[in-house]
Nanobody
Framework: QVQLVESGGGLVQAGGSLRLSCAAS????????MGWYRQAPGKQRELVAV???????NYADSVKGRCTISRDNAKDTVYLQMNSLKPEDTAVYYC???????????????WGQGTQVTVSS
C-alpha cells in the first residue's frame, strides 16, 4: 500500500502565494507520473499540473505562468508552487501518483486526502 500526504494549503489573499507538498510513502519501487488536481465546490475534479519521472511537465491553461510543479525523486515528493493566486483557484487540491510497488507489478494510481486552498478577494 502507498500513502500520499499533502501539506501547505491554507487561506491567502488574492495575489499571494502558496507551496503545496505531497510526500509518498509505503511499498514503493518506482513512481512514474505525479500530479496535482483540484476540485471546487459543485465542480468536477480537474488537472492542475503533472510531472513525469524524467521531469517533463504539463499544466492546465488556467494556471500556466502562475504555477510550477517540481519533484524530488530522492524524497518521493512532489511540489506545487502557486503564485499570483486568484479567488477562482479556491478548491481542494489533491495529489496523485502512479506507483509501481515491485519491478514486475503494474502501476497503480494513488490519491492523497486533499488540502484546502482558499483565496480571498
Amino acid at each position: 500500500q502507498v500513502q500520499l500526504v499533502e501539506s501547505g494549503g491554507g487561506l491567502v489573499q488574492a495575489g499571494g502565494s502558496l507551496r503545496l507538498s505531497c510526500a509518498a510513502s509505503g511499498h514503493i519501487f518506482s513512481i512514474h507520473d505525479m500530479g496535482w488536481y483540484r476540485q471546487a465546490p459543485g465542480k468536477q475534479r480537474e488537472l492542475v499540473a503533472v510531472i513525469t519521472s524524467s521531469g517533463t511537465t504539463n499544466y492546465a491553461d488556467s494556471v500556466k505562468g502562475r504555477c510550477t510543479i517540481s519533484r524530488d525523486n530522492a524524497k518521493d515528493t512532489v511540489y506545487l508552487q502557486m503564485n499570483s493566486l486568484k479567488p477562482e483557484d479556491t478548491a481542494v487540491y489533491y495529489c496523485n501518483a502512479k506507483v509501481s510497488s515491485t519491478p514486475l507489478s503494474s502501476s497503480v494510481f494513488y490519491w492523497g486526502q486533499g488540502t484546502q486552498v482558499t483565496v480571498s478577494s
